[in-house]
């Protein structure tokens, strides 16, 4: 009876969370798939009210038996979808990089740090990160603006005479995303390195080698594993970012989140919005399975 | 090693926490200055504060996002510590690793994507866009986080211990909310919070999954900030910011006494 209460409760412990996954996260995609193979002459008109929007997505879906791959023709002859991929991947790349660059640092210090003012170094890593996303760009804005705080004190100091124009260019892109995802990078880091056992450094420095070498052939190849997880947690939603280069970006810079929003949300062309979507996650799948597999092998690693 | 602890290490740690703060300390100054012009000081002032209680809008987004992130974060606390258990609990069942992809996805899935194919899935089923969209929109992608957070507690969980009870005759839902729920809590409370503050944060999934009389908060910032930066704004990102940080401080005493007293009974019992 036990066992058999048990198998059930097993079962619904399951089921319930698989179910929500497949129809609410799952579906979607197959649903976005569908879409965008279809024809965009079929595209919703602009200003219809919200139930005919819903026919008109249905009688859409009716007529998946003609599947056109027009909507992907159309993304890779227009280099305007072909830039903003490869400015989001280049983009992404490079503030990824000094992420890590800006990261690394932090996390070491704090996991040299004594055991006793560790949490607490811990906690002011995680707490911006409670604190709202879009608050956090916002911030940047009224920082980095012509008449903003940052010249008005480059201005005051001197080094400048002219104010310095960030915002609305890709720096302030940059910015905004090493600032934004800093919290992602340092933790995974962080734990990689506070794992660590120090006596694995004393015993290269007793035999030796020089600080520097020591950390290069011991604590960083150790770290790996923190960098890796850390990368790709900025990596990955970087790409694909919106609110950033929205607020900070200028209208030279293009991004593949903010092109998608624009084709949804301003040109009302839903399959080609579509299209743009699977594109991404086909970008996207490489980076986010090598992930999986690295979060999986630290979960067994743990075991 | 506390010794090793070096000047490195401390310049570091205060330029990258000065990074990390500086922002936010500017943003909150500036939500009590008197000027209209946000980067110019001209004298301590609430008024913008007062402003804000009067505007409409903002009060009702303010509404409509509590109640979205509250009933969210609960949905999802409860789906994502099923998720979690099902995880460590079962390493072998048919589509395990579907289902493990499906709950570790979300966590870096850009949120355009998922904003987009939530609504074409609403719009397939013929939802009608508002309340309830955002919401099961919240709960599928913050019932990752919080099963990531609960599954790193579960993983250190003894299993023999609800085997015990299991043994002792205790039915298997007895077993969990007697023996192993009291042991995760901490963590599925953090899990509720992080799921709350996903939800109450969240700009671009609810503008996709949202319908007229359901604009949330962050959807009322955002077309104002694109309209311009008013101290309006500053107030209201200040008061958000203090209610996370005051749920953040309450939750790491309120852990931190557990973990005390976790200690406490393990002492007593060896």
């Known amino acids: ?303 | 090693m506390a010794g090793s602890w070096g000047r490195f290490n401390i310049v570091s740690l205060v330029l990258g926490f000065a990074f990390l703060y500086l922002p936010i300390v500017l943003l909150v100054v500036y939500s009590f200055n008197e000027s209209r012009l946000v980067t110019v000081w001209a004298g301590f002032s609430t008024k913008w504060y007062v402003s804000l209680f009067s505007n409409r809008g903002l009060m009702d987004a303010a509404w409509v996002t509590a109640r979205v992130a509250f009933l969210s974060a609960t949905v999802a606390t409860v789906l994502g510590t099923m998720a979690a258990v099902a995880l460590t609990r079962y390493t072998r069942f048919r589509g395990r690793l579907l289902f493990s992809g499906m709950v570790f996805a979300p966590l870096v899935m850009p949120e355009v994507i998922t904003g987009l194919s939530l609504l074409l899935l609403f719009v397939a089923m013929n939802f009608d866009r508002g309340f309830f969209t955002v919401t099961i929109a919240h709960i599928t992608f913050s019932m990752c986080f919080v099963a990531v957070v609960v599954q790193s507690r579960l993983v250190t969980f003894d299993e023999s211990l609800e085997e015990a009870a299991l043994d002792l005759g205790a039915t298997p839902a007895r077993a969990f909310f007697q023996v192993t729920l009291p042991v995760i809590l901490p963590a599925v409370i953090a899990g509720w919070m992080l799921a709350f503050t996903l939800s109450l944060d969240d700009l671009v999934i609810a503008s996709f999954t949202s319908g007229p009389g359901a604009t949330t908060l962050p959807m009322k910032i955002y077309s104002q900030v694109r309209l311009g930066v008013t101290p309006e704004i500053n107030a209201i990102c200040t008061i958000l910011i203090g209610i996370v940080a005051i749920g953040v401080i309450i939750a790491s005493i309120v852990t931190k006494r557990q973990e005390i007293q976790r200690r406490r009974d393990e002492q007593a019992v060896a």
């Open chain 1, 1 to 303: 009876m036990g066992r058999f209460l048990s198998a059930l409760a097993g079962r619904f412990v399951i089921a319930v969370p698989y179910l929500w996954l497949l129809v609410f996260f799952l579906a979607p995609f197959l649903i976005v798939f569908k879409i965008s193979l279809s024809e965009p002459a079929i595209a919703m008109p602009p200003y219809q009210p919200v139930f005919d929007f819903a026919q008109g997505v249905k009688t859409l879906i009716d007529r998946i038996g003609d599947l056109s791959f027009a909507n992907y023709l159309w993304l890779t002859g227009d280099p305007l979808y072909r830039n903003a991929y490869l400015s989001s991947i280049w983009i992404a790349g490079v503030s990824t990089a000094i992420t890590l660059a800006v990261g690394y640092p932090i996390a070491y210090g704090m996991a040299r740090a004594p055991a006793s003012v560790r949490p607490t170094l811990l906690m002011l890593v995680i707490l911006p990160f409670w604190t709202s996303f879009l608050i956090r760009v916002y911030a940047w804005i009224g920082i980095l603006k012509p008449e903003g705080l940052l010249n008005q004190f480059l201005l005051y100091l001197g080094v400048i005479d002219q104010p310095l124009v960030i915002l609305n260019t890709t720096t302030a892109i940059y910015i905004g995303i090493v600032y934004s995802y800093l919290p992602f990078m340092v933790l995974p880091l962080y734990a990689a390195l506070e794992k660590m056992d120090n006596s694995l450094i004393e015993a290269a420095r007793d035999l030796g080698c020089p600080p520097l070498a020591a950390f290069w052939k011991v604590t960083f190849p150790l770290s790996l594993p923190g960098i890796v997880a850390g990368c790709m947690l900025v990596f990955i939603p970087a790409v694909g970012e919106f609110v950033i280069p929205d607020l900070l970006g200028g209208s030279e810079t293009l991004m593949i989140g903010k092109t998608l929003w624009n084709e949804f949300f301003n040109n009302r062309d839903w399959p080609v919005s579509s299209a743009v979507a699977v594109v991404l996650l086909l970008i996207l799948v490489v980076p986010i399975a090598f992930f999986q597999r690295s979060q999986a092998r630290a979960r067994e690693a743990e075991k």
